[in-house]
C-alpha cells in the first residue's frame, strides 16, 4: 500500500515526467524537477516502488499508468540507468505507441545507443495514422536529428510535417483533439526555429520561434480540454518558446531585441506561477545574454541567483546542472579580472565533481582555467593548458585558421610572463598577429562576442610589450607595434561597422548578392564552431559520434572556401567595401608619404598598466615611447576635466578650468614625443576610448593656474588638430580625399520633432539639451520604463538658428536644401540620397541626438534621432545602417548636439562608428560635439569655421576650425572652453 506522502510524491514525479518527452526542452523539464528538493526519506520511498513487482491482471491502460509512475520515480532520483530499465521493462510489457515513444526518447536523450532510439522512434512514425501525431513524432524526430547535426533528415521530416499543417489541421479545432492540434503546431514550429539556427537563417528562425510562441498563447484557449498535467507541460513548451525567440536573437547578434524578448518569456513564465527554481532554464539564457552584451556584473548577478536557488532545492555540487550554472558565474568573475574568486571557484568545483569522469569533461573550460592561472601567478601551468588547446585547435582547423591564431595568442600571453620564454612567446605572438589580422582572415559571430574581442585586444597588447621592451635591440619593433596597435584600436568599432555594412550591402546592386552568400556562409559557420569546439567539453555521453563532428569539419572545409572565393571576388569588384570589413593596417612608411612636412601624426595606446605613444612625421621614422599613465588613470582624468567643460549651462559661474589635469595628460601623452611636434602646424591624433571624449584643443603645454583663459598655453594655439579613431581610417579618408567634392554648399536637418505635434521655441541663449543620461540597463522584471522613450527626448530648438545661420554664411537656399521641424526625418534623408542632392552637398548638418544601441527599445545599432512619423512602419532613426548606405561626397558631416560622455567608452565607440559609416558614404571629415553647447556661441563656432573655409581657398579643415576657436575665446563671456572647444573635427583634416 502506498502512503499518501508516496501518492503526492509520485504524481509529482509523474507530472515532472511528462514534461520531458521532447529533447530541446527536455533539458528544462528536467530541471524543473531536478531542482526540487528531495530528502533522504522521499529518497527511500521512491526506492521502495521501483522495488515492487508488476502486479498481475492489469489492463493496458493501468498497465502504462504502473510503468508511468515508476519512470517518474528514477527520473526524480536522478537515475537514467534505472530509467532505462524500467523503460525497457514498460516496453516488453506493453508494447505500445506510448512505451515506444517513450524508451525512444529516453535513448535518444540520454544514452549512448542513440541509434536504438533513433529506431524506435522511426517506428512510432511509421505506425501513427493521426495527423496531428505524424506531425507532433516528425518533429520530435526532427529534433533528435539536429542534435545529432544530421540536419538534412531533420528538414525532410519537417517538410513533410508542414504540409499536414497547412492541409489536415483546419479540421482539427474542436474537442480534445483541437488542443493536441495546435500543440502540435507549437512543437513543429519550434522545432523548425532550432533547425534554422543551426542552419544559419537566423531571421527565419526567430519567425518559427515567434510563431511557436503565438501557438503557445492560443493553446491557453483550450486547456480546460486537456489533462492537468499536459496543460502544464503544454505550458511549459509556451514559456519555452518565447525563450527560444530570444534564443535565436541572440545567434543574430540582436541583443537588445533578445532583451525584450526574454522580458516577455519572464512575463509568461510569472503569468503560469512558475518559480524561480523551475525557471532555471530562462534565467540561465538571461545571464547569456547579459554576458554576450559586456554585462559581466549583471551575468555573474544572474547566474549568482540560479545558484542560490539550486543550493536551496539541495542540488549536489557534483552534478552537470550546478556545473553549468558556475561555469557561468566564473565567466562573470573573470570577465570582470576577479582573478582569485575565480580560482577558488575553480578549486571548489574541482573539489566537488571529484573523479566524476561524467562532469569533468564540462568543468575543463581550458581557456577559462588558463587565463585564471596565468593571472594568479601560474604562468607556466597556464602555457601548458594553452598548449594543448592550441594543438588541439591546429589539428581541427589548421594552423593559420583564426580561431588557431586566437589559441597561439593565448599561448604567447602565458609564455609572455616567463623570462626565459621572451623570445618564443613573441615569435608565437607575431604569427597569432599575422594570422589574426591577415586579409583573408575568416572570423565569425562565434569570434567576436565583447569578452572575446577582449581577449583578442589582450594579445595585441602583450605583443606590443614585447615589441616595446626589443626596440633598443629590434629596428623593426616600433613598425610592427605600430601595426598592431592599429588593428588595437579599430577593433572596438569593428564589429558595429562589420554588421551595418553587411546589412547595407545587401541593398547595393552587385554587391548584395555575394555579400548575402558570405552572410549566410558566416553564420553557418558560427554554428559549426560553436558544436565543434563544445565537444571538447562534453562528457562521453553527450558528445556526437566521430561521423557526425567529421561531417561537421567537412562542412565547416567547404563553407571556409565558399567564403574565401566570396571575399576575394569582394575584394576585387568593391575594394572600398572590403576595405570597410576588413581594414588594413597601414605601416609607418605609409602614414608618412601621405603626411605634408606641417603634419604629425600621433597615436595613442592606453593600457592597463601603460600607455604607448607612436610618432612619425614626414621624414617616416617612427618613434615609441611609453608613458605610465595607464587606461583607468587617464579615464578619471578625462571624467574630471569634463566636469568643468560640460558647465555651458552655469554661464559665469561655470567652475574653474582644471588645468593641471590638462597639463598632466599633455606632459604624459605628448611631452614624450614633444619634439616631433615642435614646428609642426597640425596634429593628426588616434584615440579610443576615455582619449575619444576630450577634444585636444583643451590641453596645454605649459602650467597655468590664471583665470584668463584667452592667454593661457592652449596647445591649439600652436597647431591645428584632426581626431581619428584609428590609422587606418585616416588612410582612408586620405584616399576619398582625392575625389572632388560636391558643388552646392549645405544640406541641414535641424530642431527635429520627438513628440508628434510638438511644437518649437527657440531661446538665443539657450543651452543646447543633449543626452546626459544614457539608458540604464537593468533587471528583466523592470518593464523597459527606465529606457529612453523617443516623445520624451530632448528637444533642440536652438538648432534652427544656427543651421539658417549657416545657410545665409553659405548661400545656400533656406527652402530647398533645409529641414527644420516636422520636416527633419528620415525618409527626407533618404530621398536626398536617391536623387544624388546630398552628393552635391560639402557641407552635411545634422543638428540632432545621437543614439547607442540600447537607448531606445530594441535598439541594436548608432543612430540619429530625426524627427518622429504618424506611419506606424516608418523609423524615425537614421541608423548607421542607413548612414552607410547614402550617397555624399561632402568636406563636412557636422553632428552638433552630441554628448561623448559616457561609461566604458561605449558613446565614443558608437560615435565612431557613426563617423567610419558617414566616411564610407563619401564624408570627409565630422565635426561633431562633445557636450552641451551655449547656442549663441556654438552658432559663432561654426558660421566662423565655415566663413573661413569659405573664403580661403587654401586653408585646411583643421586650420578652418582653429581659427574659429582663436577667435571666439578672445570674446570674454565665451573665453572659457566650455564655449569654444565643444566642437572636434574627427577624420580628414586638411582641405
Request: aromatic content about 8%; charged content about 20%; some cysteine.
Amino acid at each position: 500500500m502506498l502512503t499518501p506522502h508516496l501518492h503526492r510524491l509520485i504524481n509529482r514525479c509523474c507530472s515532472a515526467f511528462l514534461c520531458c518527452i521532447f529533447a530541446s526542452v527536455a533539458l528544462h523539464a528536467q530541471e524543473l524537477t531536478a531542482l526540487q528538493k528531495i530528502s533522504p526519506a522521499e529518497a527511500q520511498e521512491l526506492r521502495t516502488l521501483l522495488q515492487q513487482p508488476q502486479p498481475e491482471g492489469l489492463t493496458y491502460n493501468s498497465l502504462d499508468q504502473w510503468y508511468q509512475a515508476r519512470d517518474a520515480a528514477a527520473f526524480r532520483l536522478g537515475d537514467p540507468n534505472e530509467r532505462e530499465r524500467v523503460l525497457r521493462a514498460w516496453l516488453a510489457a506493453s508494447p505500445g505507441i506510448d512505451a515506444k515513444w517513450t524508451l525512444g526518447s529516453f535513448l535518444m536523450n540520454s544514452s549512448s545507443n542513440t541509434a536504438e532510439g533513433f529506431a524506435l522512434m522511426e517506428e512510432v512514425l511509421r505506425q501513427q495514422t493521426h495527423p496531428v501525431h505524424m506531425v507532433r513524432v516528425r518533429a520530435r524526430l526532427a529534433e533528435g536529428y539536429i542534435e545529432e547535426h544530421q540536419l538534412k533528415k531533420a528538414k525532410a521530416l519537417l517538410d513533410e510535417a508542414e504540409p499536414m499543417i497547412a492541409r489536415e489541421f483546419g479540421r482539427f479545432r474542436s474537442n480534445a483533439i483541437g488542443y493536441w492540434s495546435i500543440r502540435a503546431e507549437m512543437e513543429f514550429y519550434k522545432t523548425k526555429a532550432r533547425l534554422l539556427i543551426r542552419q544559419g537563417h537566423f531571421d527565419a528562425s526567430i519567425d518559427a520561434a515567434k510563431t511557436a510562441q503565438a501557438k503557445g498563447l492560443e493553446l491557453r484557449q483550450w486547456e480546460n480540454l486537456a489533462p492537468a498535467r499536459q496543460v502544464q507541460y503544454g505550458r511549459s513548451w509556451h514559456a519555452s518558446s518565447a525563450v527560444e525567440v530570444a534564443v535565436a536573437q541572440i545567434n543574430a547578434g540582436r541583443l537588445f531585441e533578445a532583451e525584450e524578448s526574454l522580458r516577455e518569456a519572464l512575463a509568461i513564465y510569472k503569468n503560469y506561477q512558475f518559480t524561480e527554481d523551475q525557471m532555471v532554464f530562462f534565467y540561465r539564457w538571461v545571464s547569456d545574454l547579459y554576458f554576450a552584451q559586456g554585462r559581466y556584473n549583471d551575468s555573474l548577478r544572474v547566474a549568482q541567483m540560479v545558484r542560490s536557488v539550486q543550493l536551496k532545492s539541495g542540488l549536489s555540487d557534483a552534478t552537470a546542472q550546478s556545473v553549468w550554472t558556475r561555469m557561468r558565474i566564473n565567466k562573470g568573475l573573470i570577465a570582470q579580472g576577479r582573478w582569485k574568486d575565480a580560482m577558488q571557484e575553480f578549486d571548489s568545483i574541482d573539489s566537488a565533481i571529484g573523479s566524476n569522469v561524467r562532469i569533468k569533461p564540462i568543468a575543463r573550460m581550458v581557456d577559462l582555467r588558463g587565463l585564471t592561472l596565468l593571472n594568479n601567478g601560474r604562468a607556466s601551468d597556464a602555457a601548458e593548458m594553452f598548449k594543448g588547446t592550441l594543438d588541439w585547435a591546429s589539428n581541427n582547423f589548421g594552423a593559420n585558421h583564426y580561431f588557431t591564431a586566437f589559441k597561439r595568442g593565448l599561448y604567447g600571453m602565458s609564455l609572455a610572463q616567463d623570462k626565459s620564454q621572451q623570445e618564443l612567446a613573441l615569435t608565437e605572438l607575431e604569427q597569432a598577429v599575422r594570422d589574426l589580422s591577415a586579409p583573408d582572415t575568416l572570423s565569425t559571430q562565434f569570434e567576436e562576442s565583447p569578452f572575446r574581442l577582449s581577449l583578442r585586444q589582450d594579445i595585441y597588447k602583450t605583443y606590443i610589450r614585447l615589441l616595446a621592451n626589443t626596440q633598443a635591440s629590434n629596428p623593426e619593433a616600433a613598425g610592427k607595434a605600430f601595426a598592431a596597435s592599429t588593428h588595437l584600436m579599430a577593433s572596438g568599432v569593428q564589429q558595429a561597422i562589420s554588421e551595418a555594412a553587411a546589412r547595407a550591402a545587401i541593398k547595393k546592386p552587385g554587391l548584395g548578392e555575394v555579400a548575402r552568400l558570405d552572410q549566410d556562409a558566416k553564420t553557418e559557420l558560427t554554428t559549426l564552431y560553436g558544436y565543434i569546439v563544445s565537444q571538447a567539453g562534453e562528457s562521453q555521453q553527450q558528445r556526437l559520434t566521430p561521423e557526425v563532428v567529421k561531417t561537421m569539419r567537412q562542412r565547416v572545409i567547404e563553407l571556409e572556401g565558399l567564403r574565401k572565393t566570396y571575399k576575394s571576388q569582394i575584394q576585387k569588384e568593391f575594394p572600398e567595401y572590403f576595405q570597410l570589413l576588413q581594414p588594413k593596417a597601414p605601416t609607418p612608411n605609409e602614414i608618412a608619404n601621405l603626411l605634408s612636412p606641417k603634419d604629425v601624426f600621433v597615436s595613442l595606446v592606453p593600457m592597463d598598466g601603460e600607455t604607448y605613444i607612436f610618432g612619425i612625421s614626414k621624414d617616416g621614422k617612427t618613434r615609441l615611447q611609453r608613458s605610465t599613465l595607464n587606461k583607468q588613470q587617464i579615464a578619471q582624468l578625462v571624467k574630471s576635466i569634463r566636469t568643468t567643460l560640460d558647465v555651458a549651462d552655469l554661464g559665469p559661474k561655470a567652475p574653474k578650468f582644471r588645468f593641471d589635469e590638462s597639463y598632466r595628460l599633455y606632459q604624459q601623452l605628448l611631452g614624450p614625443i614633444e619634439d616631433l611636434l615642435t614646428g609642426k602646424e597640425h596634429l593628426i591624433v588616434a584615440t579610443s576610448g576615455a582619449l575619444g571624449q576630450l577634444p585636444f584643443a583643451v590641453l596645454v603645454k605649459q602650467p597655468w593656474n590664471k583665470n584668463d583663459y584667452a592667454q593661457a598655453p592652449w596647445l591649439i594655439r600652436d597647431m591645428a588638430i584632426s581626431h581619428v579613431s584609428s590609422p587606418n581610417a585616416w588612410v582612408a579618408l586620405k584616399q576619398l580625399s582625392k575625389t572632388p567634392s560636391g558643388t552646392k554648399p549645405l544640406m541641414a536637418w535641424g530642431d527635429p520633432t520627438f513628440a508628434l505635434n510638438e511644437a518649437s521655441n527657440s531661446d538665443k541663449h539657450a543651452v543646447r539639451s543633449v543626452l546626459t543620461k544614457r539608458s540604464a540597463r537593468g533587471d528583466l522584471e523592470k518593464n523597459a520604463v527606465d529606457q529612453l522613450q523617443y516623445a520624451t527626448l530632448p528637444p533642440l530648438p536652438e538648432t534652427k538658428d544656427e543651421v539658417l545661420a549657416l545657410a545665409k554664411v553659405l548661400n545656400a537656399n533656406a527652402t530647398t536644401d533645409i529641414y527644420l521641424g516636422k520636416d527633419a526625418t528620415r525618409d527626407s534623408v533618404i530621398k536626398a540620397s536617391d536623387n544624388n542632392s546630398l552628393a552635391e552637398r560639402q557641407i552635411i548638418v545634422f543638428a540632432t541626438h545621437g543614439l547607442l544601441p540600447g537607448d531606445l527599445p530594441k535598439l541594436e545599432q548608432p543612430a540619429l534621432a530625426m524627427s518622429a512619423v504618424s506611419e506606424p512602419n516608418s523609423s524615425p532613426l537614421l541608423t548607421l545602417e542607413d548612414v552607410m548606405g547614402l550617397r555624399l561626397n561632402a568636406d563636412w558631416v557636422v553632428l552638433s548636439a552630441c554628448n561623448t560622455a559616457g561609461a566604458d567608452g561605449k558613446v565614443e565607440e558608437a560615435l565612431s562608428g557613426l563617423a567610419r559609416g558617414f566616411f564610407y558614404a563619401g564624408g570627409r571629415s565630422l565635426l561633431v560635439t562633445h557636450w552641451s553647447v551655449e547656442s549663441e556661441s556654438a552658432m559663432r563656432l561654426t558660421t566662423k569655421t565655415f566663413e573661413v573655409y569659405k573664403n580661403q581657398p587654401q586653408i585646411s579643415r583643421a586650420q578652418a576650425l582653429r581659427q574659429s576657436m582663436l577667435s571666439l575665446m578672445q570674446t570674454p563671456m565665451y573665453a572659457h572652453p566650455t564655449y569654444w572647444a565643444p566642437y572636434a573635427l574627427v577624420g580628414e583634416g586638411a582641405r
